[in-house]
Nanobody, 119 residues
């Protein structure tokens, strides 16, 4: 499966962005999906994951209550709604397939999208 994230951009602190990730095949519906980010000179950071059913989700503490992950299996797309953005949220954001449910590891990911939050 190929994945392409989009929707990044420049936003002021306190603002919102909605990221999208389009998958290239129908078997996407059987995959657990997630988002992670990477800022310059920092380790990759897991953000959120959603079960293939779209019902169950889990989040990193750093984004719990601010970010919402969702998916539309008919459109083979996963979303990340980001609210109350902070300058420390600045990073390249990636979507990927989660290695196994409740894992914070990814076994496949695509090109990321840059998010920049100004103070």
């Amino acid at each position: 499966v190929q994945l392409q994230a989009s929707g990044g951009g420049l936003v002021q602190a306190g603002g919102s962005l909605r990221l999208s990730c389009a998958a290239s095949r129908r078997s996407f519906s059987g995959e657990h999906m997630g988002w992670f980010r990477q800022a310059p000179e920092k380790d990759r950071e897991f953000l959120a994951a959603i079960h293939s059913s779209g019902v169950r989700k889990y989040y990193a503490d750093s984004v719990q209550g601010r970010f919402i992950i969702s998916r539309d299996n008919t459109r083979t797309t996963v979303y990340l709604q980001m609210n109350s953005l902070k300058p420390e949220d600045t990073a390249v954001y990636y979507c990927g397939t989660v290695r196994r449910w409740t894992s914070r590891d990814f076994n496949l990911w695509g090109q990321g999208t840059q998010v920049t939050v100004s103070s």
